[in-house]
């Protein structure tokens, strides 16, 4: 399909002026048409003002924060203020009151498992977003981890279980990790090697098992900076399955303080646990995780607490956020949300998504290679491009569902349902069907314009080479001038036109 396909739209694209290459295939097409959604979704968002108070309240001596809760009538469905006014009036007749009584209390004591050891995937998401690594770079360490420093087991696993069996090494893999760096002592002593957690079992471990310190000491110091990083959270994440749950009581406060209504969330940890060796996660940019974790003080029913301040906030709604490599790693494996159909949802979950472990930072990192993909910090966002080629091709080809019905035949086949040679045959008639059906499109591409070339001062034409594209001198070979190219936005906000003589698809 892939060859077949990026060879015809390629040719369709040099007949209207693109001399790029258009690339398409069963997993990179649907992955790029994550990132061109998202940027479009990005685009046409339109940012809507709210108002919130955050009111400062003590009682028995000790600060806190709460939250103002709108009354009905102003809020959108998310319960957000629309109305400054009435906003402002609230914080007044807060402010006027002095005081907030407690309504009521309610704590709930919260145990939380270790998290699972690493898959590939999940790896480079937590790379991805702590370490800023890009996918490929997570997986080139990782191998190098196993294969030159022998410090972790074979990375390119879609599991974070282990057997049952290898439950007996644990003794060994401890002391090896104590070997390697002694400055463990104090942990090792707080661990329980006899404490199984839900990482061992058999029933979930499929071809390979979670990315795990081996059986052998390593020696840190020939570790670089970025391999030593990535090996201390593979570590974490190990030693954390012998320590115990962490445990927090979660207190939410419900206060009236002259007429209004205001909520007080706070968090008391009761035992750090796996804690000790991950790190709780950073807060959010709004601040949401700080006042979630703060420690309240002890509330009562009918408890007077004093007002100190109450402040209105201007924020309005913001745009999702771009991809990263990380997040769209995630998302190729959790591709079945944005498929409706059951049976192909259910499918994509079971076959986790489209890709592999082994292959999707060589997908993501063959989108940028070829110029569909850009990087923006740690951002990666949809070239001009990548606009194009989503906008030109079969529906079908860029829907992850297509995948889950290919899939659904090998099933087939392996069930003895459905014959090689019977599947091979739809397939070709499909292309062919395609390829009669889009032969004679034009596809509606906005060919780039180029600046002139550094060297003699012709035009040049975009084209894509290695390290993605780049401005070529159109005498090229007599000139060899070329430029980067810096990536437009001029299609982002723009819906899935239609190419001219297109019967569907």
Known sequence: ????????????????????????????????????????????????????????????????????????????????????????????QIRAAGAAQVVSVETERVREGPPLLFDLGTLQEVCSKQLGLDVQETLEIAQALYETHKATTYPRSDSGYLPESMFAEVPTVLDSLLKT?????????????????????????TA???????????NLSAMSEKELAVYRLIRAHYLAQFLPHHEFDRTIAELSCGQQKLVATGKQVAAQGWHLVLA????????????????????REDLACQVAEAEVKALKTLPPKPYTQGELV??????????TDPRLKQKLKDTTGIGTEATRANIITGLLTRGYLVKKGR???????????????????????????????????????LT??????KQAAWISQLIVQYGSTSLSIKVPQGPTCPQCGAPTRQRTGKTGPFWSCSRYPDCKGTLPVETGTSKRGASRPRTSGRKGS
Not at 284 to 296: C, Y
């Open 1 to 92: 399909v892939g060859m077949n396909l990026s060879r015809l739209f390629t040719v369709l694209g040099r007949q209207a002026g693109y001399d790029g290459v258009l690339s398409v295939g069963r997993v990179q097409t649907p992955t790029l048409k994550l990132v061109v959604d998202r940027d479009r979704e990005i685009a046409a968002f339109k940012s809507v003002p709210f108002w919130a108070i955050d009111v400062s309240l003590s009682a028995s001596g000790q600060a806190f924060s709460a939250q103002w809760v709108p009354p009905d009538g102003c809020t959108d469905d998310a319960g957000r203020c629309l109305q400054q006014p009435v906003a402002q009036q609230a914080a007044q």
């Open 280 to 299: 709780e996660p950073q807060a959010d940019e709004d601040g949401e995780t700080t006042a979630r974790s703060q420690v309240l003080p002890a509330l």
């Open 208 to 218: 390979h098992h979670g990315i795990i310190p081996t059986l052998e000491p390593a």
């Open 330 to 339: 995630k998302s190729m494996k959790g591709v079945a949300r944005f498929v």
């Open 379 to 417: 951002s990666i966002r949809a070239s001009d491009a990548a606009f194009t080629l989503i906008d030109a091709v079969p529906a079908a080809i860029a829907d992850p569902g297509t995948t889950a019905v290919w899939e659904q035949a090998l099933d087939m086949i392996e069930a003895g349902q």
């Open 181 to 205: 760096d002694p400055s463990l002592r104090p942990i090792m002593g707080q661990l329980d090697r006899s404490q199984r957690s839900r990482a061992w079992n058999d029933g979930k471990v």
């Open 420 to 425: 090689l040679d019977v599947f091979i045959g």
